[in-house]
């Protein structure tokens, strides 16, 4: 019953401003926990049974576009291109707002790099109507390339906004944004056209928790599959056949040499004299 | 002569980012193995000064593209050049520092030759003509070799503070190649209104040392001390995410992450615990110095030299120190 009066409510919300509502396309990532211990087995990386959750950066994406449907009203998306298992990450996207979600997954696609990624995210993303925003989290940390939001929206040709620390202004009649970007030397603040394709960093806000009546939804709601073919790619474009960088080799990390030397005195002030002797030796100061 | 290795020389107002220089120092060493030069793509509004001092620092040749629709940053418009002068001379590589700005113009770039494109190399090796490309992934836990296979040309950002800065030689000069822009401002869509710079700040991806607050700094005029001693050895100022979360402090210094990978000779950690989540940020960090209460706390394990005590006596009498033997 819950379930029908949200449901009304949107679609409700929907029909009423359609001049101006915003679709957003959501992309999320499963990665492992970020406290996994990531291991390489057999030339594989393995994590075990540590938990695969939505890539942290990711959630702040999923945030905001929940913020920007509530507020401009519209409809909230979310695709995530993996395995089966990722499956999960859309479920909490949807637990937290998010009203549709799509799993992009198909053997072929394994092993995309940010070429073949951007390319079956392009695909994907073409697949919907009328999309006015695409969101991205920076980067994902087991990846860590943070190039897929700028390469989909250059194959998308909308406009490419990176590193966004706030959304400060978006007319969706008008077809325009204001945001304000997080870069090396400080804050800059643009304006550009939709449709744009933005990642965001971790400013921009505060993920919230899914709420009781979202995860149930996300238990109800069909996630459906879409494969190489539905979105229209050949097995040759994407995955390691399509990708334009392969790993020939992943290591663990080379053990750390240090062996911690505790700096002990009477006082701070001669604690401090004998780590200041250690760094000038150390050459580091 | 056609040089088959590039360099994006990243710049910000008018002055290149240390960076650059490093990946050119990089690129000298690989051109050199192949047999080749080194060009250097400037782009930007104002900055034949830039273009000249890349000969310091060891082009071969400079291709200028100086134009007013360049006097921001903007990805289309310099994507757009690089993107037109890789079609017309084919390099095999091209190299720019891992900034926010080369990042974004080789994703985009990639996409327009269908090559790959690899970030944040810590290290290069040549090998069948191909770059081999460190890097750590999944947040520093791993180390991984990445290679562009057979397509070009290969894109590849450099982590900065990875690779040494070569010594600037002021003699050394050669002809420019100017070139004009690609695309006319009423054709880029993005339009810069502000930039609001963080003055007088030392940039935590480029600093030789970083003094960085955690929880234990306690409160925003927690971070005091740990400032001065940053200011005091002339690096930047760092943070944990517990700081950073609680409000302490802005997330333009958080380390970790969910925030900036730094790679300084010298990082003092004062009130982190150092949770892996810290440690994906910091680990590169040439020497680790760590200062907490509790000696059981696992930045001990990643620390040379370890002080278990009080920040707020520590840290003071490590600035004092240091105030009198730099003479401050």
Known sequence: ?285 | MTNSVWVYVDQFKGAALPASWETLGAAKKLAGELGTGVTAIVLGHNVEGIAKETFYYGADAVTLCDDATLADFRVRPYAAVLAKLADDAKPQVVLGPATTRARDVFGFVAVDFESGTISDATALALKDGAAYVTRPVYAGKLIGTAVCKDRRPQLITLRPRAFPKPEPDASRSGEINNVPAVLKEDEIATKVVDYAIEEGKVSLTDAKIIVSGGRGVGGPEGFAPVRALAETLGGALGASRAAVDAGWIPYSHQVGQTGKTVSPDLYVACGISGAIQHQAGMRTAKLIVAINKDKEAPIFKLARYGVVGDLFQIVPALTAEFKKRLGK
């Not at chain 1, 990532?29 to 030339?43: F, I, S």
């Not at chain 1, 072929?108 to 392009?122: I, P």
């Not at chain 1, 920076?138 to 897929?148: C, E, F, P, R, V």
Request: aromatic share 6%.
């Open chain 1, 1 to 285: 019953m819950l379930n029908a009066v949200a449901t009304g409510q949107a679609a409700f919300s929907f029909s009423f401003i359609e001049e101006a509502h915003l679709n957003i396309v959501v992309c999320i990532k499963q990665t492992p926990d970020t406290a996994a211990k990531v291991e390489v087995k057999d030339g594989h990386v393995t994590w075990g049974d540590s938990p695969l959750v939505v890539n942290p950066w990711d959630e702040f994406a999923v945030e905001e576009a929940i913020r920007l449907k509530e507020k401009h009203g519209g409809k909230v998306i979310a695709i995530s291109l993996g395995p089966e298992t990722a499956r999960e990450a859309l479920k909490q996207a949807v637990a937290m707002g998010s009203d549709e979600a799509y799993l992009v997954s198909d053997p072929v696609l394994k092993g995309s790099d940010v070429l073949a990624t951007s390319r079956a995210l392009a695909k994907a993303i073409g697949k919907i109507d009328g999309v006015d925003l695409v969101l991205f989290g920076k980067q994902a940390i087991d990846g860590d390339t943070g190039q897929t939001a700028i390469a989909t929206a250059r194959r998308l040709g909308w406009s490419p906004l990176t590193y966004v620390a706030k959304i400060a202004e978006i007319d969706p009649a008008a077809r325009t944004i204001k945001v304000e970007r997080l870069l090396e030397e400080g804050r800059q603040t643009v304006t550009s056209k939709l449709p744009a394709v933005i990642s965001v960093v971790k400013e921009i806000n505060e993920p919230r928790y899914p709420s009781f009546m979202g995860i149930r939804k996300a238990s109800k709601l069909a996630i459906p599959i879409w494969s190489a073919a539905d979105i229209g790619v050949e097995a040759g474009q994407v995955g390691l056949a399509g990708s334009g960088v392969a790993w020939p080799e992943i290591m663990p990390l080379p053990a750390r040499e240090a062996v911690c030397e505790f700096v002990e005195g009477a006082s701070p002030a001669e604690v401090a004299a004998k780590l200041a002797d250690k760094l000038a030796a150390e050459k580091v100061v």
